[in-house]
């Protein structure tokens, strides 16, 4: 069945460095969708791509959608302590919408 | 933006007894809520979509008995867990979306913590 892949699953940095998270589909997507889960929270939609090749900027946050739309990329620009939670990746597909397995950030001051 | 209520936040009950958990749109209708559970450290699992005025849509390996999904009225879902047993016990969550287009995003409740002793 489709699968979205979200590589790491855990990522340790130091405040001040950089953080990428990659999203990979087993299908070709309609749009891919990106959430941060703060701990003990919900989730929290961030962003939307819908077009092969789209790139959006939220301040320090990038977002990428692949050529083929089958994948995707959240880069953080010198990380925050406030950036800690967990993304994740949505991809929409054939009428679902299936959510990687996401990547916990912790940033160590 | 919009706003998703989910209630209760957090619930603990005796093996065998049923919970129900609400799930509310607050500013929008919402013909469509989806319903995920999510075990520790792990990701969202949709476990079904709940449909206005039709019956629940489930996914794969979900048992329709076991979680009973009723969506009354445009801005309300329910999900009862029924007979619950500790293996059932988990963080669910809830999602509707204001847009009718699909693919559009996604507005999360706060969750409801689930244990079942």
């Known amino acids: 069945g489709q699968q979205v892949m979200q590589i790491p699953q855990y990522q340790h940095v130091q405040e001040g460095e950089d953080f990428t998270t990659y999203c990979n589909s087993s299908?070709?997507?309609?749009?891919i969708q990106w959430y941060k889960q703060r701990p003990g929270g919900h989730p929290v939609f961030l962003i939307q791509?819908?077009?092969?090749?789209e790139v959006k900027k939220q301040k320090r946050l990038t977002f990428q959608f692949g050529e083929a739309k089958k994948n995707s990329s959240l880069h953080i620009t010198a990380t925050q302590t406030t950036d800690v939670g967990t993304y994740f990746c949505?991809?929409?597909?054939?009428?679902?919408?299936?959510f990687g397995k996401g990547t916990k950030l912790s940033v160590k001051p | 933006g919009a706003v998703v209520s989910q209630h209760p936040s957090w619930v603990i009950c005796k093996s065998g007894t049923s919970v129900k958990i609400e799930c509310r749109s607050l500013?929008?209708?919402?013909?469509?809520m989806f319903w995920y559970r999510q075990f520790p450290k792990q990701s969202l699992m949709l476990m079904a979509t709940?449909?206005?005025?039709?019956?629940?849509?489930?996914e794969q390996g979900v048992e329709k008995d076991k979680f009973l999904i009723n969506h009354a009225s445009l801005t309300l879902s329910t999900l009862t867990v029924t007979s619950a047993h500790p293996e059932d016990s988990s963080f669910y969550i809830c999602?509707?979306?204001?847009?009718?287009?699909?693919?559009?995003?996604?507005?999360f409740g706060s969750g409801t913590q689930l244990s079942v002793l």
């Open positions: 791509l819908v077009k092969s090749g």
């Open positions: 999602s509707a979306s204001p847009y009718r287009a699909f693919g559009e995003k996604l507005f």
């Open positions: 949505a991809g929409g597909s054939q009428g679902n919408l299936i």
């Open positions: 299908t070709t997507l309609s749009n």
């Open positions: 500013d929008f209708q919402a013909t469509t």
């Open positions: 709940s449909n206005e005025g039709s019956k629940a849509t489930y």
